[in-house]
């Protein structure tokens, strides 16, 4: 593909800590069967702990924790032209990688707050 210098196919990894310090974009690309989806991966909470701004498929629940445009790019499952292209943004754009990143940081400690947990558990049950 020629981007071997610029990209690392790591596989399975268990602890990311050391990887997300050093990652400007967290490229997350589900694939899903059907219209259920794999729902929001631990990896989209950990690139939020990193402020680091996620580019992915809008797939069950993942357009809940990235916004597009304020925490990265959600974007509609199998319109590649359009991920290509908020990957290439965040790649020439550094200071909106620095701001969605810090976006998304807040945004993750809000969303799994423990008052924010209960909340939405308490709201489940009264249906």
Known sequence: MGIEDKVTF?????????????????VNTPHCVG????????????????????????MAGISEMVITGQT?????????????EAVDTLIK??????QMGKALHKHVETLCSDDEIYRTTMAAYEM
Request: negative net charge; hydrophobic residues 35%; proline residues 5%.
């Open 10 to 26: 790591l596989g399975g990894v268990r602890d990311l800590t050391g990887y997300f310090k050093e990652v400007d974009i967290l």
């Open 35 to 58: 219209d259920h989806g794999a729902g929001v991966g631990n990896n989209i909470l950990e690139a939020g702990l990193y402020d680091t701004p996620v580019v992915t498929y809008n």
């Open 93 to 98: 754009h550094p200071e909106l990688r620095s």
């Open 72 to 84: 990265g790019y959600c974007i509609p499952f199998g319109d590649d032209e359009a991920f290509i």
